[in-house]
């Protein structure tokens, strides 16, 4: 069993939302950030930043999240980002500190 990952990323503090799902989010954070799909709409909008990730025990559990998150309205999410990172700090520039702190709550 892998593990999967509902996450996400935004240009800046309350600023534009992409919410996705992979079963590999280091390399998924990586083609966002290096901009792999020039033509994506996280790279037309500069979305580099994952500020929010949860982890999910299997694949399609994993996409009906995704698809239930992105129907959800704006402010949900905001407070879903910030009652886990209340500064909207790029969780990828410290990733063992922030897979550790959540895999230990």
């Avoid at 935004?10 to 083609?31: D, F, M, Q, S, W």
């Avoid at 979305?47 to 402010?75: H, L, P, T, V």
Wanted: glycine residues 2%; contains cysteine; proline residues 3%.
């Amino acid at each position: 069993m892998s593990i999967w990952y509902v996450y996400m990323i935004a240009n800046k503090p309350n600023g534009v939302l992409y919410i996705g799902c992979t079963h590999n989010i280091e390399e998924r954070v990586k083609e966002h950030k290096l901009k792999i799909y020039p033509n994506s709409f996280t790279a037309r909008y500069n979305c580099d930043k994952i500020i929010y990730f949860e982890e999910i025990n299997a694949g399609d559990i994993a996409s009906n999240r995704e698809k239930q998150m992105k129907k959800w309205k704006r402010e949900w999410k905001v407070k879903l980002i910030e009652e886990m990172n209340p500064s909207w700090m790029d969780l990828s520039l410290n990733w063992n500190l922030n897979f550790n702190k959540l895999r230990n709550e």
